[in-house]
């Protein structure tokens, strides 16, 4: 019977405590950075769906990754599916509007799809691009927020050297 009651309020400490803790973290996914070059240049390279292995961060955690590309490579309409070792999906272009903003369709493989949405700014020194997932993770999730943006941060950085 002890040990019954250890394992609850350990239960229980472990449930109250990873509830704070998401209470703490925003559900909200975005990554931002200046990039020293116009607009225009910034946003073909996003729109293009073949320059992605050169600067998304995924491409270069998993060298066994296969992409295959639509007949439209970039802009409106532009698709690229893939796999590798951690599974695959697909990621479409569903609005552009040139060197403004893009929203991409992202689906992995037994997953519902989820929205990104590219911003693309005229700054003083060039350029602010912003990556957001348009739905908030639910609660209990929150916390994937700290691994998944990360991985955007990442990504804009290589971007940012490619465009530079």
């Known amino acids: ?12 400490i472990c449930l109250l405590s990873f509830t704070t803790f998401n209470f703490f973290i925003s559900g909200k996914i975005e990554a931002s950075i200046e990039i ?20 998304a961060a995924w491409w270069t955690k998993d060298s066994t990754m296969t992409t295959v590309y639509s007949a439209e490579r970039s802009g409106l309409g532009a698709k690229m599916s893939w796999t ?3 599974g695959g999906g697909s990621l479409e272009i569903v609005k552009a509007n040139f060197a403004k903003n893009l929203k991409n369709e992202l689906i992995f493989d037994g997953m519902p799809p989820s929205y990104n949405v590219w911003t693309f700014v005229e700054t003083a020194k060039g350029t602010r691009v912003t990556w957001t997932f348009q739905d908030e993770l639910p609660f209990y999730v929150h916390f994937m927020q700290l691994f998944i943006s990360t991985e955007l941060e990442e990504g804009l950085i290589e971007l ?3 465009c530079e």
């Open 84 to 86: 590798g070792v951690d």
């Open 1 to 12: 019977m002890i040990g019954l009651k250890q394992i609850l309020k350990w239960t229980i």
């Open 36 to 55: 020293e070059s116009p607009a225009d240049v910034v946003y073909e390279k996003v729109a293009d769906l073949e320059t992605w292995p050169t600067w």
């Open 160 to 162: 940012k050297k490619l």
